[in-house]
């Protein structure tokens, strides 16, 4: 005796136009849409990019980071200095000692010109090894910048004073100015503003 089959009926599933868009805008933002946006409003290149949007948590990190602050100078600090030190202990974003948040306020003092840059990377390893809030360590540690042109013009005079055969080698090679703002720069202890540091020597030098 033989049963009789009878096929399976098929049913079908209509999704109406506003369905699907609510669908498409609880979707995730995929990667290559986020690369794709990261190079689009913070002006980076598809290489750095893709390495931020390489894992979420990186991708959350950096957006933390350069909201309301230039991309370029994110991105930089965030892949050079967090990853480097990140890869060199083995650890990653999500057990970083330095958080967004703070590697934010680093870059909001190299901004506003309360610190320099080789100042902040002294307070990014404080606040890695320390951590803590790095506007009150850089008041509590007297780690500002010297921005006092006549402080800046006294070592600047000295130095000049000090070293006549380089006066002369910059006169005939601007470049040669360089050396004087190291040992401007190492006399203020990395403090004095490397700009108005430029400025006074140009003048002084009459570059």
């Given at each position: 005796m033989?049963?009789?089959t009878f096929?399976?009926?098929?049913?079908?599933?209509?999704?109406?136009?506003?369905?699907v868009?609510?669908?498409?805008?609880?979707?995730?933002?995929?990667p290559?849409?986020?690369?794709?946006?990261?190079?689009?409003a913070?002006?980076?290149?598809?290489?750095?990019?893709?390495?931020?949007?390489a894992?979420?948590?990186t991708a959350?990190?950096?957006?933390?980071?350069?909201?309301?602050?230039?991309?370029?100078?994110?991105a930089?600090?965030?892949?050079n200095?967090?990853?480097?030190?990140?890869n060199?202990?083995g650890k990653?974003?999500?057990s970083?000692p330095?958080?967004?948040a703070?590697l934010?306020?680093?870059?909001?003092l190299i901004?506003?010109?309360?610190?320099s840059?080789?100042?902040?990377k002294?307070?990014f390893?404080?606040?890695w090894?320390e951590?803590?809030?790095p506007?009150a360590?850089?008041?509590?540690?007297?780690?500002?910048?010297?921005?006092?042109?006549?402080?800046?013009?006294?070592?600047v005079?000295?130095?000049?004073?000090?070293n006549?055969?380089k006066?002369?080698?910059a006169?005939?090679?601007p470049?040669a100015?360089?050396?004087?703002?190291?040992q401007v720069?190492?006399s203020?202890?990395?403090?004095?503003?490397?700009q108005?540091?430029?400025?006074?020597l140009?003048?002084?030098?009459?570059?």
């Open positions: 033989t049963t009789a096929p399976m009926p098929i049913c079908w599933l209509e999704f109406d136009a506003a369905y868009e609510a669908l498409k805008k609880n979707l995730p933002e995929l290559d849409e986020k690369k794709a946006r990261f190079m689009r913070f002006s980076l290149s598809a290489y750095d990019s893709g390495v931020l949007v894992e979420r948590e959350d990190y950096f957006e933390t980071v350069a909201k309301g602050r230039d991309g370029k100078t994110a930089n600090w965030v892949i200095e967090l990853f480097g030190r990140l060199k202990e990653n974003v999500a970083s330095v958080s967004a703070q934010g306020v680093v870059l909001d901004k506003d010109g309360t610190i840059g080789k100042i902040a002294d307070l390893e404080i606040v090894n951590g803590g809030d506007r360590i850089v008041e509590q540690r007297g780690m500002k910048q010297v921005t006092d042109v006549g402080a800046i013009e006294k070592v005079d000295e130095i000049i004073a000090k006549p055969d006066v002369a080698d006169k005939s090679n470049k100015i360089g050396w004087f703002v190291g720069m190492k203020s202890g990395g403090k004095a503003s490397p108005a540091v430029n400025d006074i140009k003048r002084k030098l009459g570059l």
